[in-house]
């Protein structure tokens, strides 16, 4: 990706905005090897505060650099990490995290427009990447980014935390042996009571803001207030939707329990049922995905709190001999006739899902969301979303995913870029 500034003109710019903590340098204590430290720098300080605590509670990991192009969020996180004994940079340009050959690895919790842009910058500035979920913005960033792994030979793990969950891997590994036999359909949901986002109107970008940084490889759109943190989700231009938001989360523990790739179909049916508002992505929606003779349901609503088997969130899978059911960090069997046979459950949190990425750059262990596989979850997130804006069934290349003759539909494989951001691997 070819930069936009100068380096110059960058340096001043990083000078002016007055957001660098000075940090102290990396402590080592006896017996700790300075080698086996791992130097992190975390995008994002919406979902990435919480991933640069826990990344700075690690043991032999200092988080580096914090980063926002909002400066007052970044400048708070700094503080408190500061506070907490941790005491980090504030920057709010990611190149200068890109620039330092002392950081070894980028978390990406930035907004989804920047998920894949971020990490392939990282990975040709020869950084390992933990990337928050949804991988992408679109299906071709995902292949992007697994190309940009496999260039530059880096750790890249997608943060869908829950393929590091004992009981759940314990559920996986005992759907593939057999324990209800065929799985014939597997479905997951998620519920939320969110709010209507209102009419956003053209306003002043806030104080402490760089818009433009902020946008990066979107083409420019003036500031909407209210856009920011959060409402962006719901506009295709920089998110992706609930999919891509919260559903990526239970599509993925369907695949990954069915053991499939890439659809053969996929049909969605939803729209804006309830919200009255400047949302563009729809608050309902199921979608279906076929895999020869296997398929996957997704339910979701953003509108209403009540779910299934009891529960806003989770996944569930019908075979020819019962049906095994994800919910929370645990699972439960049951037999045809719905008689409860077992439940088990476990720990389930970040640390987890952190700690396999660190220890495949320390020790090369096998990545548990390595980012084909977040690209493959992801891509369906996408598909669905796809099948939406068109408005039909979309059949798809079994081999790769991609979409069988509907140029329409290709046309969303990907997307315009801001000049001079384009993604190049």
């Keep these: 990706m070819q930069r936009s500034m100068s380096r110059r003109v960058f340096a001043k710019r990083c000078a002016a905005t007055a957001a660098v903590l000075v940090s102290s340098p990396a402590i080592f204590t ?47 996180v700094a503080e408190q990490l500061s506070k907490a004994g941790h005491p980090a940079i504030g920057v ?15 978390v990406v919790a930035t907004p ?43 750790v890249v793990q997608m943060g869908t935390q829950r393929r590091s969950w004992p009981a759940l891997r314990e559920a996986v590994q005992r759907l ?24 956003l109107q053209a306003a002043p970008v806030p104080e402490g803001l760089d818009w433009g940084l902020w ?25 992706t939707g609930e999919i ?18 890439y659809p053969e179909e996929v049909t969605s049916g939803g729209a804006k049922l309830y919200f009255d508002d400047d949302q563009e992505t729809p608050d ?34 019908l075979g020819e001999k019962g049906s095994l059911v994800i919910l929370g960090s645990g699972y439960k069997v049951y037999d045809r006739q719905d008689k409860l046979l077992e439940q088990k459950s476990g720990p389930g949190s970040d640390r987890l899902h952190i700690e396999n990425f660190l220890n495949a750059i320390r020790q090369s262990a096998p990545l548990n969301a390595e980012i084909l596989e977040g690209h493959k979850s992801t891509l ?6 796809i099948a939406h804006r068109v408005g039909r069934v979309l059949r798809c290349d079994p081999a790769n995913g991609h979409i069988l003759n509907d140029l329409e539909a290709m046309r969303l494989w990907t997307r315009e870029y801001e000049p001079r951001w384009e993604p190049k691997v």
């Design 112 to 154: 989804d427009h920047w998920h894949a842009p971020a990490t392939i910058l990282a990975c040709a500035a020869g950084k390992h990447v933990y990337v928050e979920k949804p991988c992408s913005h679109n299906p071709a960033e995902g292949e992007w980014m697994v190309a940009a792994a496999r260039k530059h030979n880096r």
């Design 176 to 199: 593939q042996e057999g324990i209800i036999g065929r799985v014939v359909v597997a479905r997951s949901w998620y519920n939320a009571l969110r709010g209507p986002i209102g009419r």
């Design 92 to 106: 709010t340009d990611l190149r200068q995290i890109l620039d330092d050959g002392e950081v070894d690895a980028v």
């Design 284 to 317: 309902s929606q199921v979608v279906t995905f076929r895999f020869g003779r296997t398929m996957i349901n997704w339910e979701g609503r953003s509108w209403h709190g009540r779910g299934f088997e009891g529960e806003r969130f989770g996944a569930s899978f």
């Design 244 to 261: 891509g938001n919260n559903g990526v989360h239970g599509i993925d523990l369907c695949r990954w329990g069915l053991g499939v790739d």
């Design 380 to 385: 369906l997130c996408h598909l669905g979303s």
């Design 30 to 76: 006896q017996g700790q090897s300075p080698n086996n430290r791992i130097m992190v720098g975390v995008l994002g300080m919406s979902r990435g505060a919480a991933l640069a605590r826990e990344f700075a509670a690690q043991t032999d990991v200092t988080v580096k650099y914090v980063c926002d192009p909002d400066r007052n969020r970044l400048l708070p």
């Design 215 to 239: 946008q990066g490889p979107a083409p420019r759109r003036p500031y909407l207030q209210g856009i920011v943190h959060y409402n962006w989700h719901w506009f295709w231009h920089w998110g």
